[in-house]
Every structure is written in structure tokens, then in C-alpha cells.
């Protein structure tokens, strides 16, 4: 681990947001209690969505797949983020931070292309209904997501490839929760302004240009559904976007708290932010998605409680 060659490093130390024993006894449990939630939350969405045929519909197969991709986002941190604040064995190798910043660059870039799709999938649900069925048919839902994916994955590996040129002669402590992006950055001791210029680059690409999209999208949904003359149609219509658009803002919200500001102003006091986006959103999609949607609901209370639900219905 000694050493300016990038190549002699073995390993980083993940400390953690906090070093007292005690705190660390919090953290796990509380990360472990939020992991357990999101996990149960979203393969519930994904097997409701599944097995219900009144939920295959472009909207819901977008949702299964945001679900998919929050539950893979927080089993690629938290199992190895609840391991070190349980165990003295703090250590992450090389490979496997490169690997777990691989895959939060990418999920995240993911969740964002979805949501997007899913702003497209409203929009014309909304202003052009009689078309709906032929401008969201199921061989362009699944060209949209392959595209989500294609560009994530490129994404990702960019940010992954530029890193490894990067030299490590310095402290190997992470005083973090996992391999982020910013934070290897700060350790190094080579010029990362490559770096820098291509996250801002291609964060605005993969981030603002989606984020401009929906709220195109959004600003003719509010116009449509102005236009309708009775309350109760105004209200139905905004209900079918109202889940997604406080989701599109909490994601946001955090990221932009995190990412949209220069590296040299990137502290510890993020790392809030960072838990926001990387824990809690997970998390919170499930609630936010079924809370008041009576589909969902029916659909859950059928694969929960089977034919007694059909009896109470």
C-alpha cells in the first residue's frame, strides 16, 4: 500500500460516517432496519406487478423496474456498509470499490432514465389518450428501458475507467459509508480534473437533460388537466402523476445536494445528503407508489392474503 503507483493499492478502509462504538451500534441497526424495509417493500412491487394481469401496463412495468433497480442500488451498499460498522474487518479492496462505485454510478443513473420514461409514459397518458395504447406499445416500453440501461452502463463505465487512472499515494481512510465517487477523489493525489470535466459533462447529459424532459412534461400535463372542466377529473388526472412527481423531487432533491457543486466544496456534511439519495429514496419509493393507489393496494391484498382479499373486496 505504499507507494505513488496506483497499481500497488490493495485496499481502503471504510470507516464510516461516525468512529464511536456507540454510534456505530445505532447506525447498523438503524441501516439494517431501512435495508430489511426496502427489500420488502420492493420485491412486494415487483411480485404484485407480476403476478396481477390487471397491473401489466406500461406505467406498472416501469415501476417493477424501478423497484428492481432501487432493490439491486441498496444491496450493492448496505450489506457492506452494515459489515464494517459491525466489524473490526473495515477493509475494501480495490477491485471491490471500483465494483461498488461501478454500480451506485450506474443504478443511479439508472433510476434516473427510468423516472424520466415514466414522466413520458404520463404525459401521454394524460394529454393524449386516445393514442396511448400505440405510443406506449410493450415493443417500445422495452426499446425505452433497454436505452435506460445501455446508457447507464456507459455511464458507469466511464466514471469506473477514468478512476482507475487515478493515483492513490495518500491516505487510504474512507470516512464514509461506501465507495462514492467525490470522496475517492478527494484522496487522490493525481490531477483529477479529467475527472471532474467529465462528471460534470456527462452528469448534465444523464441528469439535467431527463430533468428538463419531465419538467417539459409536466408543464403540459398541468395545462391538460387545467383544461378539464369538472374537479373530480382534475383530480383523478393528477393522481395518476402525483407519485411519481414527489419521488422525481426527493430524488433530486438529494442528488442535486450532492453532485451539483464543485469537488473542492465537497465535505462531510454531504454524506446526509448522500444517505438521503442512497438509502432513504429506496426506501421511500414502495410507500410512495402504494400509499393511495388503489391498484396497488388490490394488488398487494391478492398476493398477500389470496382469495380471503377477494372475499372481503
Known sequence: MHGSNQSRVSEFLLLGISESPEQQRILFWMFLSMYLVTVVGNVLIILAISFDPRLHTPMYFFLANLSFTDLFFVTNTIPKMLVSLQSQN????????????????????????????????????????????????????????????????????????????????????????????????????SNTQVNHMVLIATGCFIFLTPLG?????????????????????????????????????????????????PLQTYSMKDSVATVMYAVVTPMMNPFIYSLRNKDMHGALGRLLLGKAFQRLT
Open 90 to 189: 473495515k477493509a475494501i479492496s480495490y477491485a471491490g470499490c471500483l465494483t461498488q462505485l461501478y454500480f451506485l454510478v450506474s443504478l443511479v443513473a439508472l433510476d434516473n432514465l427510468i423516472l424520466a420514461t415514466m414522466a413520458y409514459d404520463r404525459y401521454v397518458a394524460i394529454c393524449r389518450p386516445l393514442h396511448y395504447s400505440t405510443a406506449m406499445s410493450p415493443g417500445l416500453c422495452v426499446l425505452l428501458l433497454t436505452l435506460c440501461w445501455a446508457l447507464s452502463v456507459l455511464y458507469g463505465l466511464t466514471h469506473t475507467l477514468l478512476m482507475t487512472r487515478v493515483t492513490f499515494c495518500g491516505s487510504r481512510k474512507i470516512h464514509y459509508i461506501f465507495c462514492e465517487m467525490y470522496v475517492l477523489l478527494r484522496l487522490a493525489c
Open 213 to 261: 424532459f419531465m419538467i417539459m412534461s409536466y408543464v403540459r400535463i398541468v395545462r391538460t388537466i387545467l383544461q378539464i372542466p369538472s374537479v373530480t377529473g382534475k383530480y383523478k388526472a393528477f393522481s395518476t402523476c402525483a407519485s411519481h412527481l414527489a419521488v422525481v423531487s426527493l430524488f433530486y432533491g438529494t442528488l442535486g445536494m450532492v453532485y451539483l457543486q
